[in-house]
């Protein structure tokens, strides 16, 4: 994992102060974070080491476009990689009150609220920033709408959608950000993070996971053992001998593309920003 | 913000007034840096602190890692606002919060 994070230094030397505030948070998130482990110790990792990959990848998607990055988009976009799981940890609680705003069926037993909280976590993480948004020493509200709406963004969200989305989003006055571009990264790069360096395997005893669903997940994941962001494609590369794995591996590929091509269309149509890569090509590996 | 320190033997309560926040929070770091060695138990009084954010979280932390190694650091007083930051952020799990 690359450790040099171009957009925290970035942010550092044009906003001392976004920056300190962005620094502030990152132990707390990652306090926030940990608690998921303890509800879903079964699930992919979300911690702060997820937000790490996920700030290397976006640095990586930006290459050399981040001088036209401004230090709120930076800041924008560092605040939703830090903050866009959170609703994975979030109380039983604020949960109860979270699915009664997303009308989430009330779960039968813990498996299904867990599972809730896995398919709802993107509005749940933008739900816990509007109530609790304060805390985290956000500069106003419309900071705070715009790293919910990044949050939010990185699943299942309309990024075309003018509304939700707006090119440039005032944050303050005379200051925008480009909501669609920050969003699209965020998504992509969440995306881009299923290689098993995600899932430490000492961690995990796979075979002792309850879940058929959760096992199947994780050795599609452990099966993938490397990602790299060449400037045209992604390279996805693989090993298994199991052909249940092999279909649930090009599964994941074919949505990583599906992503890909999205993320490429709303950087294209609703920012001056490109997102270079346009394939994704998965090699089987052998022996590995 | 002000922050009053009160040292008996190798005992100390730090009491806090006002708010903790991302103007604030250095002054209390500033505050602390200096004060902790010799120092075995560490009592923070929240009973005056009306607000907690990110930034006042992170020096504490930043606080219990050096307790953890020389003593054990105790936080008491704690209105209604600072337990839900403390609870929301899962500071709990990690701090000795002692409730009123």
New interface residues.
């Given amino acids: 994992m690359n450790t040099e994070y171009g957009i925290e230094k970035r942010l550092r030397e044009l906003n001392k102060d976004l920056h300190e505030r962005y620094r502030n948070c990152v132990t707390v998130a990652g306090q926030i974070l940990g608690r998921y482990e303890n509800y879903f110790p079964d699930f992919t990792d979300h911690t702060l080491l997820h937000t790490l990959d996920i700030l290397d990848l976006c640095n990586r998607l930006i290459g050399e476009q981040i001088t036209l990055l401004t230090d709120d988009d930076l800041y924008v976009l560092m605040m939703g990689a830090l903050f866009h799981d959170v609703g994975m940890g979030v109380s039983y609680s604020d949960f109860e009150e979270f699915g009664r705003v997303l009308k989430i069926p009330i779960p039968a037993n813990d498996e299904e609220r867990a599972w809730a909280v896995r398919d709802y976590h993107q509005e749940l993480s933008g739900l816990y920033l509007k109530k609790y948004w304060r805390m985290f020493d956000l500069p106003n509200e419309r900071y705070a709408h715009a790293v919910i709406q990044v949050c939010r963004g990185h699943r299942k969200t309309d990024l075309m959608d003018e509304a939700g989305y707006p090119v440039q989003y005032e944050v303050e006055q005379g200051k925008t950000v480009y909501l669609p571009y920050l969003a699209a990264l965020l998504c992509l790069a969440d995306e881009l993070d299923i290689s098993t360096d995600r899932n430490i395997s000492f961690m995990y005893d796979v075979e002792k996971m309850p879940s058929a669903r959760d096992r199947r997940e994780f050795r599609k994941h452990m099966a993938i053992h490397g990602l790299e962001l060449e400037p045209e494609k992604v390279v996805v590369r693989a090993w298994s001998m199991d052909q249940e794995i092999r279909d649930g591996v090009e599964e994941v590929c074919a949505k990583l593309k599906d992503k890909l091509l999205m993320c490429r269309r709303v950087a294209a149509q609703r920012s001056p920003f490109t997102i270079s890569q346009e394939d994704v090509e998965l090699i089987w590996e052998v022996g590995v | 913000m002000q922050v009053v320190k009160t040292l008996n033997g190798d005992e100390l309560k730090v009491q806090v007034i006002g708010r903790l ?2 103007v604030t ?1 250095p002054m209390l770091d500033g505050e602390l840096k200096d004060s902790l060695e010799g120092v075995a138990t560490l009592i923070f009084d929240f009973s005056q602190l009306e607000y ?4 006042g ?2 020096v504490l ?1 930043s606080v219990q890692k050096i307790m953890n190694r020389q003593g054990k650091m105790i936080i008491r007083g704690a209105n209604e606002d600072v337990m839900e ?1 403390f ?5 709990v ?2 701090m000795t919060i002692e409730k009123n």
């Fill in positions: 926040e991302t929070a907690i954010s990110s930034a979280l992170r932390f930051v609870e929301v952020t899962g500071s799990d990690i």
